[in-house]
Structures are given as C-alpha cells and as structure tokens.
C-alpha cells in the first residue's frame, strides 16, 4: 500500500484547522466562565444591573460563541468550504471590499468560474455578516470587510 502525500498534507492542514476552531471555542467558554463571575461579584456588591463593560462582554460573548467563528486561516485549501475561503482572503488582506475578497480568492483558485464565485460570495459575506461572523464599515456604497478581533 502506498501512501499518497498530497492526502496526508490534507489531512494535517484539517486537523490543524480543527484544532483552531476548538481553541476559539475554549476561548468563548472562558469569556462566558468571566462573564458568570462578573455577575457574581455584582450580585455580591449589591449591585442589581449590569454595567456597559458587562454588557459589552456579553456581545463580544455572542459573536465569539457561534459555531463557526471565522477564524484567520493562513493557507488556502481548494477543496474547503467558502467561509474559510473568505477567511484566508481577510487574512491575507487585513480588510477588503468584495471585489477584494473575491481576487484573492480567485488568485489561489484560477480554475473555478468567477462569475459562480462572485454571486456566491456576495450571498456568503451577507450571511456571515447578519450573523455576526466577520464586521464590515460601510464605505460609500461599498462594505469594508474584516474578521472579528478575538481576544
């Protein structure tokens, strides 16, 4: 039996991968593990609701514990979905428009239809940010995409 090296180079880029995500989720546990014991702390002092700097936390909360945070992906993989996709592309970029993203995309996968591409993409970074995946500054009539700063 031979061994096919471009399979394992897949199967070390996924689990790496993997193991990425597993750490943004160990990493929205904690926050929520801070947040409880703020509200502890509060409830101990007396204090009955929330201060901004609590509230905060719980929106950066919802946005770090969706399953499948955007996580910076450092190498392009052909074959996976179009969100990491989108995250090796604001990687790579810092902060870009759609055409950006969609360019960059293109560049490390020529061969697929950048028409398909695009109205993919412009569905794809719509949900993602509805659902507060990556942020985005309105520019004109132009978005300014980027991924979530997780801390």
């Known amino acids: 039996m031979t061994k096919n090296p471009l399979l394992d180079e897949q199967t070390i880029a996924f689990l790496k991968e993997f193991a990425e995500s597993i750490r943004a989720e160990i990493d929205a546990i904690q926050c929520t593990i801070d947040i409880v014991q703020k509200r502890k702390q509060m409830t ?5 609701k929330m201060t901004d700097i609590t509230k905060e936390d719980a929106a950066s909360l919802t946005a770090k514990w969706r399953k499948g945070v955007l996580v910076p992906v450092e190498k392009f993989d052909p ?10 592309a604001l990687t790579r970029l810092g902060t870009g428009d759609r055409d950006a993203i969609l360019n960059e995309i293109h560049q490390a996968q020529p061969d697929r239809d950048k028409y398909k591409l695009e109205n993919a993409l412009a569905v794809r970074l719509n949900y993602l940010l509805k659902n507060g995946f990556i ?5 004109g009539r132009k978005y300014q995409y980027q991924l979530l700063k997780t801390d």
């Open 44 to 48: 101990v002092f007396g204090e009955s």
């Open 79 to 88: 074959f996976g979905k179009l969100d990491r996709k989108v995250a090796y």
């Open 135 to 139: 942020d985005a500054h309105k520019i």
